[in-house]
């Protein structure tokens, strides 16, 4: 493993979630919930040797890199059981490094956790506060093989329940338990299925003992290892048996076994009279929420004066500082929404676009130019009068846009399949005249956005249905690269990184975060993103990346160094909000939520950008 404290060359204040490069596995899961319940902790990973495996590699983390073989800090952690602190070089960081341990107190791996720090901070207080961290995920851990395993075997089973609950309370109120867990036939199922449980699992399907108990009622008792296991039928408050409950004890040679028993049924008497019913075990409660006294972006206003009364998608912003002015397309309404930039109200729905996308204001010309896929073209307005006073004529399909200050010249794709063609063109064109200086067609019938270099000839280019992104020389206008992103496809939105050689490409299916160096072309990370996402922006004072989900999650990521960015925590938006703006002026994330196929919803949300 490098180390993480070594690394750490920006701040990280807050903790990070979700960043892997597999699917998700209980391991992850316990990573994302610790770090949601702990705001201190920067970066967390476990590392463990996976069953049937004879490498330690990192299996869950929040800066991605799973499956990267531990190094010999590592190892020595786990081989020997003694910790490893250093602070990083910058002096910002502190890495605290343990074993990490399961409900048996057996060393099953090495845990990393790293701290903020600042010259004078109690570094044994940290380590403390890290091995808390670890005990406390200690008593969550039945086996190696239980971190490898999914946490939801059954994802459609709810996990935020009151059976979870009883579970955590219980085994906060016991602290001689080592594992607990609830089987039911939740309502609308047709199996016997765990539905709350110290050690994860929810979903998986009960075994032969859980059944054996319940038909029998005879209890199940046994020795396993250094444990002792009790299965016995689980009652609710007017006595009715509801399942069966796994009540799992310390054993070692000698032990009251009898004693065990009835300290299980004890408890299982105990959760008896907080249990209404079957179907009150699986009523929702919320997720405990942790203050985040660092968050990367905090929702600060929302258009609830306006509704925008239509269907369809929204695409993107357009904004003039000067002119406090923020303008919307209105995709699939073929208008242009304007809005107050500072208090996002609503003041005009604009009209002569048929079918918007992006917008470009030119503020030395004072004109707005708006990409059209609209028999109309591409449409040049006076940014006063809104009077369309010249097009750029293009193939039908104008789509994504991209100024390039260094040249003054605009980059339009056109063409592609939503228009009937099979073939895409990259055009560069006058934004004023609309003269056009060079196009470039490409063998793709989805082509997406474009990034251009400001101290560089290149133009990258997301070629949607080839999954790759093409580099185009300035100059000759041909495509001098090819980059193949592994792993995912439809490669709709992109930000460039230039200073740090980074390229950002987000995907759908799955949805993704690929980093390129732009040097080669080779990924140098790869983060799970909110699905459907319609924008990517790169924030190089924060240096972060900010991509917005149609699901209804803003993702960020902290660029730790160019080639290691830890997730941070996502920030709640809207469900339809996938493309936004940046604008740096104002410290600002505009994010535009469509109202839907139905008309239901839409709104624009503005959040404060964190330190």
């Known amino acids: 493993m490098v180390r993480y404290a070594m690394l750490l060359a920006t701040t990280l204040l807050a903790p990070p979630l979700l960043a892997q490069t597999t699917a998700p596995n209980y391991a992850q899961h316990l990573v994302d919930e610790t770090l949601a319940a702990h705001p201190d902790i920067a970066i967390m990973a476990m590392h463990v040797t996976p069953p049937k495996q ?7 983390s929040n800066i991605g890199r799973i499956g990267k073989p531990a190094d010999s800090d590592d190892m020595g952690v786990v081989n020997t059981g003694k910790p490893v602190l250093e602070v990083n070089k910058e002096g910002d960081h502190f890495e605290v490094e343990v074993p990490l341990k399961d409900v048996t107190d057996d060393t099953v791996g090495a845990l990393s956790i790293v701290y903020p720090y600042a010259a004078g901070d109690d570094k044994a207080a940290l380590a403390k506060k890290a091995e808390v961290v670890r005990d406390q995920l200690r008593r969550r851990i039945s086996n190696v093989a239980n971190l490898t395993q999914p946490y939801a075997f059954d994802s459609s089973v709810p996990t935020h329940t009151y059976a979870q609950q009883l579970v955590d309370q219980t085994m906060a109120a016991h602290p001689k338990l080592l594992i607990l867990m609830l089987h039911i036939v939740p309502p609308g199922k047709s199996v016997n299925m765990v539905v709350g449980s110290s050690i994860g699992r929810i979903g998986k399907q009960a075994d032969d003992d859980d059944m054996r108990a319940i038909n029998t009622g005879i209890p199940n008792l046994e020795v396993n290892g250094h444990r002792f296991e009790v299965e016995a039928r689980l009652l609710d408050a007017s006595g009715k048996t509801i399942g069966a409950i796994g009540i799992v004890f310390p054993y070692k ?22 249990i209404p019913s079957l179907a009150g075990l699986m009523q929702p409660v919320p997720a405990a929420k942790v203050a985040d006294l660092h968050p990367t972006a905090t929702l600060i206003g929302r258009s609830t004066g306006w509704k925008p009364g ?9 904004y003039d500082l000067k002119g406090n002015r923020l303008w919307l397309a209105a995709e699939d309404h073929g208008t242009l929404e304007l809005l107050n930039l500072r208090t996002g109200r609503h003041e005009r729905t604009l009209t002569g676009v048929e079918t918007p996308h992006a917008i470009i204001y030119l503020p030395k010309a004072n004109r707005l130019i708006v990409t059209d896929s609209g028999k109309g073209m591409t449409k040049v307005f006076d940014a006063t009068t809104y009077k369309v006073v010249s097009h750029i004529a293009l ?55 474009v990034k251009a270099e400001q101290h560089g000839n290149r133009l990258f280019v997301n070629v949607a249905d080839h ?21 995912a ?15 950002f ?3 759908r299916s799955p949805s993704k975060l690929f980093v390129l160096n732009t040097d080669t072309g080779a990924t140098v990370a790869t983060l799970d ?26 993702g960020v990521y902290q660029q730790v160094t160019p080639d290691l960015y830890a997730t941070r925590p996502r920030i709640p938006s809207a469900v339809g909000a996938k493309s936004g703006i940046v604008v740096p002026e104002l410290n600002r994330l505009y994010l535009a939520a469509s109202p839907g196929e139905h008309g239901k919803g839409g709104e624009v949300l503005w959040f404060a950008l964190g330190k």
Do not use: Q
Request: hydrophobic share 35%.
């Open 505 to 507: 490409v987000g995907t």
């Open 489 to 503: 496809k439809t490669n709709l939105s992109m930000a460039l990184d230039e200073a740090d050689h980074r390229l």
């Open 310 to 318: 239509y269907s369809g998608d929204f695409d993107h912003f357009g």
């Open 467 to 487: 999954d790759e992104v093409d580099v185009v020389d300035k100059k000759t206008f041909k495509v001098i690269a090819r980059w193949p992103l592994s792993g």
């Open 54 to 60: 004879t490498v330690n590699v990192i299996i869950a």
């Open 253 to 274: 040679p000698g032990d009251d076994k009898d004693a065990l028993k009835r300290e299980g049924f004890a408890i299982r008497d105990e959760l008896r009279k907080k």
């Open 395 to 449: 193939e039908p399909g104008a789509d994504s846009a991209e100024l390039d200050p260094s040249t003054g010249h605009l980059y339009i794709v056109t063409g592609g399949k939503d228009v009937g063609m099979k073939d895409c063109f990259l055009n560069e064109v006058d934004p004023l005249t609309g003269h056009v200086y060079n196009k470039l067609r490409f063998d793709s019938d989805h082509t997406e956005a």
């Open 529 to 554: 993103a909110p699905a459907t996402s319609d924008g990517l922006f790169w924030d190089s004072v924060r240096r972060r990346v900010y991509l917005p989900g149609g699901d209804g999650d803003l």
